[in-house]
């Protein structure tokens, strides 16, 4: 047997373990995406904005009467030196007529809520909550609210619209921008400390990750209230897959008197997007030298036909419309990346590599300060027999596995 098959079986088998777990899905974190956006509310107050998205999948449905019930429980809480300074709690109900979506990994629902705030430096901790299987996830980010009687002349970030028509449900997470939606746009909010009578000119500057300014548009308004609205259209068809930067300016008499920015992401299909080619490199460990060529290989539709049957035979309950396996492995894969980076991608360590194909090991050993030998961890898999261990020999955090059994 060559080193890819038995790295496969390795996998699936590891995998079948977790998979046939009773608590399987109560053990995971619950995933969600998230942004938020700042704006006033008036010169003394500012409102926090927080759009929150979760995929059908993450969630535990119920049926009643018929249709498919869920309910979330969200929270968004202001922190200022480890004390909480504000917040809200909300609980959604979702509802779904069709039983395929509630497995869906691709389909989902988003909120976008607000929370008032004061001006000051907050952690803000947005957790989401899955009532039924009280699975849940948290997101963690430092935040500075503004004081606008401070400024003359303030802009906000720019935030994204799907509909313009429908504010309240139309808004988009800036890190997944996908192409299909077409034109969208930016909503941006000027503050001054006084109503202005000449002209003010916004520019909008497109900038791609090698900082080279690569759409822009401007226009004059008047800014005949302190608070004032811009509606910017944004054509993501024009832009290729990737990260970009978003730049508002305003200025005055030819002179910059503000300026904000926004990282933004635009994605495309899976199946055109740069994203297949990482996932089929990230797919080494359960591949083989045929299977990677033909998946490497495959262009237009072709691609989905061969990545479909590739996962279809690993697939443990073909009943459903997710494919447990590949979630599972594209899982571990994303929890390597983000752990065991090093010089090299997380994935491609041997932490990494031991991660995706025997998952979370059932115990860790640190050893971080040995005075004669070099930090080391050991992993132990006591339903699957199996210890590794993993040394930093070049003190650098780059683990190396020097032991396995």
């Not at 993450?58 to 969200?74: G, P, T």
């Not at 608070?227 to 005055?252: A, C, D, R």
């Not at 199946?271 to 290989?297: D, G, H, P, W």
Request: aromatic residues 14%.
């Amino acid at each position: 047997m060559n080193s890819s098959s038995r790295l496969q079986k390795q996998f699936l088998f590891a995998c079948t373990i977790i998979l046939c777990g009773a608590s399987f899905l109560q053990a995971q974190e619950l995933i969600f995406s998230s942004d938020f956006t700042i704006f006033a509310a008036n010169r003394q107050k500012a409102d926090i904005q927080i759009t929150i998205f979760v995929a059908y999948n993450q969630l535990h449905f119920a049926i009643s009467d018929s249709v498919y019930r869920a309910e979330v429980d969200i929270s968004a809480i202001l922190y200022k030196r480890k004390k909480q300074k504000g917040g809200e709690i909300w609980r959604k109900e979702i509802v779904l007529d069709d039983f395929d979506k509630t497995n869906s990994n691709n389909e989902g629902i988003s909120w976008t809520l607000s929370i008032p705030s004061s001006s000051g430096k907050y952690d803000m901790h947005i957790r989401v909550k899955d009532v039924g299987t009280k699975r849940k996830g948290e997101h963690k980010v430092k935040i500075e609210v503004p004081d606008f009687m401070n400024w003359e002349f303030w802009i906000s970030k720019p935030a994204f619209l799907l509909d313009i028509n429908r504010k309240e449900k139309g808004w988009i997470l800036s890190n997944n921008l996908f192409v299909k939606y077409g034109t969208i746009y930016s909503l941006i909010q000027i503050v001054t400390d006084s109503i202005k009578s000449d002209s003010l000119l916004l520019s909008y500057y497109v900038i791609d990750e090698n900082d080279t300014r690569i759409d822009n548009s401007s226009r004059y308004f008047s800014q005949d209230s302190v608070v004032t609205w811009q509606l910017v259209s944004f054509p993501m068809k024009k832009f290729n897959e990737g990260s970009y930067t978003i730049l508002v300016e305003i200025s005055e008499d030819a002179r910059i008197v503000a300026r904000n920015s926004k990282q933004i992401s635009i994605t495309y299909p899976f199946f055109s997007s740069n994203l297949y080619a990482t996932r089929v490199e990230q797919m080494l460990y359960i591949t083989n030298n045929k299977e990677a060529k033909e998946l490497k290989e495959s262009s237009g539709e072709d691609r989905e036909k061969v990545w479909n049957e590739f996962w279809s035979k690993k697939d443990p309950i073909p009943q459903t419309p997710e494919n447990e396996t590949s979630d599972e492995y594209f899982r571990r894969v994303d929890y390597a990346d983000e752990h065991f980076r090093s010089f090299q991608s997380g994935w491609r360590t041997d932490r990494g590599k031991v991660y995706i194909i025997y998952g979370k090991p059932d115990e860790i050993e640190y050893h971080p300060f040995e005075t004669e030998v070099p930090p080391y961890e050991i992993w132990f898999y006591y339903n699957l027999g199996r210890k590794f261990i993993f040394a930093d020999l070049s003190m650098t955090g780059d683990y190396t596995q020097i032991k396995e059994r």
